[in-house]
């Protein structure tokens, strides 16, 4: 991970497949988990490992999304201000992605001159161009410290379960949204707000001084995306990208769009935030002091303006950052992120270059993730249940094995569980037997029987054409790879891994490499010993992206000399006759070592275990409790339909029984709660 000046910049190279690659910006107000981890910057990174050793100019770009009410809110728990906060989290995040070998050329942050300068710019171009509105809204207003508030700033009663505490969006206890202030009419939905509260705070009060808040009219500025929707949807038509996207972005975006483009708010009253320029012919000044951009219209423009303290430095003027952001023609750009965040970027960020009337580097390809469960609850950090980054490295397990397990279980299509049971055994059977026994085992015989050097495997004469049907097989398995990463199919490019060193196995079996076979037919046993370390060669290349540290012991073991990534190169086609014979291997290295199955019992305890059971059991109550809700409004109905079929006197057993029956239950009393975030 780098935001070091003392190297060149890398920038687009013509006549290349340049690549931008992305990964959600991470928010500075928490600890990061597993679930965050594999959505978004490890996928990335196993993709920006991959382009680079194929030979594309490829540029990483990520950092911390720091401003907002979630920001300030935390700080103001914390007792701190929100730069103080947002330096300790940005911090905590860089040291647990330098542990998980996530290669970013640059982590960078949102808080910086560049990313205000870019910000205001876009804004800018909108408003001349026309697409951005004000709009006068009613909203929450402290007395006390003459401020509007933003929703997480009122607390109070929520009217729906009578909870204390809940916030003036949401109410922890029954997990549903609110309004800070109850509604005179539906001004979420004439607002283009994509959340339409169901309650709304009784008795509220400012979160700061504890005042009761007045009902105020005020200005927001508004993005309107239904003027855009016309050309969103022919950028999306014509591009033709979008159906190599993953499929729940696919499926969002076509939501939205179908459900049609509404003008979304963009600005909030916060102090912690992109300020509103000032200054514009037409927009009066006054009505916006004190207001920022709304961190989802900034966030997502974080992605060039941390480019810009890359490529530019400390030269707030430069432009070389359009280099990789203004160049279509020349830059494909990859995203990855969870699915929560893709409306963001396939349509709030793409409509906002379209109406600034420039020629910007858009979105090639959304990968995108479903959820990653725990033990068959939820992460939270709040009850110490599940692992998050920071405590991975306290079980002593390799990052690599972290890696694999996660990237083997990354959710593509559906959620997936983490489960300690599984990842002891991807341990001990993916790669303990299979990849490190390959290793192992060829590496080792050769520095015991053949004076640690590759043999003159050139001598073998193949006369029944074993190589060449190996050869074949391996490259037939080297296109797959190549397929699925090109793909972004990071799961099977994996299992495809997976399957080139399980044939390598296979090829020691079927020759039987032994000391016989050393001593009846050697140059048959050089031949085996050279396509083997020329296929450890290989293995080392395509496991690169996703075992960096497991593929560097590898090219050790077989003696390539140099270090760093530029050692790594994935070809089109392979041949066995990279390493020549005469070559000085390294020493043998276990590349993993046994988990013992206790193990897992044990990490689960530590992580959780008391709570995860507590968290289940409630899941299971609230199950029990639906269900029975739904029966009893099943014979809720069965009588009523025989009452009104029997009609007159008839009719009264059924419905002296449906007077009677109870339908109250555990659910309607308490509505289940959001997961956390």
């Not at 009219?217 to 033709?240: C, F, M, R």
């Not at 569980?417 to 059977?429: G, I, L, Q, Y």
């Not at 002296?656 to 555990?666: P, S, W, Y």
């Amino acid at each position: 991970m780098s935001e070091s000046n003392t190297k060149p910049s890398l920038l687009p190279k013509p006549g290349k497949q340049n690549i931008l690659v992305t990964s959600a910006l991470p928010y500075a107000n928490n600890v990061p988990h597993l679930g965050n981890i594999i959505g978004s910057v490890l996928s990335a990174d196993v993709f920006a490992r991959y382009s680079r050793a194929r030979g594309f100019p490829t540029l990483y770009v990520c950092g911390t999304d720091e401003y907002g009410t979630a920001t300030e809110t935390q700080a103001l728990a914390e007792g701190v201000d929100p730069a103080t906060l947002c330096t300790k989290y940005n911090a905590i995040h860089r040291d647990i992605y330098a542990w998980f070998k996530i290669d970013f050329d640059i982590f960078g942050r949102t808080p910086t001159p560049q990313h205000t300068e870019i910000v205001q710019q876009i804004f800018t171009k909108l408003w001349e161009n026309g697409f951005i509105e004000e709009r006068e809204t009613e909203q929450a207003y402290c007395p006390a410290h003459n401020s509007f508030l933003a929703d997480r700033y009122v607390e109070g009663e929520c009217s729906l379960c009578h909870a204390a505490g809940a916030r003036g969006d949401q109410c922890d206890a029954c997990g549903n949204l609110l309004d800070p202030l109850e509604p005179t009419v539906d001004a979420k939905a004439e607002s283009g707000e994509d959340r339409k509260a169901t309650g709304w705070l009784v008795n509220p009060h400012c979160k700061l001084d504890g005042a009761t808040p007045e009902r105020r009219t005020t200005k927001h500025l508004y993005l309107k995306l239904d003027a855009l929707q016309p050309e969103v949807k022919s950028w999306l038509d014509n591009a033709g990208d979008i159906k190599d996207w993953s499929s729940n972005a696919i499926a969002i975006t076509q939501s939205w769009l179908n459900d049609g483009l509404k003008p979304r708010s963009i600005t909030r009253d916060l102090k912690w935030g992109v300020p509103v320029p000032t200054g514009l012919p037409g927009l009066s000044g006054g009505d916006y002091d004190g207001k920022v951009f709304y961190v989802w219209f900034d966030a997502c423009i974080g992605y060039p303006s941390i480019t810009k303290c890359y490529t530019d430095k400390d030269d707030t003027t430069g432009k070389n950052w359009e280099q990789w952001w203004k160049n279509p023609d020349n830059v494909s750009l990859y995203q990855f992120m969870g699915k929560d965040n893709v409306p963001f970027h396939s349509i709030i960020f793409p409509a906002s270059k379209l109406g600034t009337r420039e020629k910007w580097t858009k979105v090639h390809k959304l990968s995108t993730t479903e959820y990653l469960n725990y033990e068959g609850g939820k992460f939270s950090k709040s009850k110490s249940v599940g692992v998050f980054g920071n405590s991975a490295k306290d079980t002593g397990v390799p990052v690599d094995v972290w890696r694999y397990y996660l990237l083997s279980r990354r959710p593509e299509t559906s959620d997936s569980e983490f489960s300690w049971r599984e990842f002891v055994d991807a341990n001990n059977n993916d790669l303990l037997k299979n990849l490190g026994n390959f290793c192992n085992r060829v590496v080792k015989f050769a520095h015991a029987k053949l004076n640690a050097v590759v043999p003159d495997y050139t001598k073998y004469q193949d006369s029944d054409g074993w190589i060449k049907q190996f050869t074949e097989e391996i490259n037939g398995l080297l296109r797959t790879y190549i397929s699925h990463l090109d793909a972004t199919k990071l799961r099977a490019g994996l299992s495809t891994v997976l399957s080139i060193s399980a044939v390598g196995n296979k090829l020691l079996q079927d020759n039987k490499l032994s000391n016989q076979l050393l001593t009846e037919d050697p140059e048959r046993c050089n031949a085996v010993i050279g396509v083997a370390l020329n296929h450890l060669h290989l293995l080392a290349n395509i496991l690169f992206p996703y075992l960096p540290e497991t593929a560097d012991s590898i090219l050790s073991q077989l003696g390539v000399q140099g270090s760093g990534n530029e050692r790594f190169s994935i070809p089109d086609t392979w041949t066995p006759n990279t390493i020549p014979p005469g070559q000085a291997l390294g020493e043998p290295k276990l590349l993993f070592s046994l988990i013992p199955s206790e193990k897992a019992d044990e990490w689960r305890e530590a992580f959780g275990g008391e709570e995860l059971r507590k968290q289940k059991a409630i899941e299971l109550e609230k199950a029990a409790a639906k269900k029975a809700a739904k029966e009893k409004e099943k014979e809720r109905k069965r009588l009523k339909k025989l009452g009104l079929a029997a009609g007159g006197d008839s009719a009264k057993a059924p419905t002296e029984q449906l007077q009677n029956l109870n339908i109250t239950d555990a659910a309607a009393a308490k509505p289940p709660q959001a997961p956390e975030k």
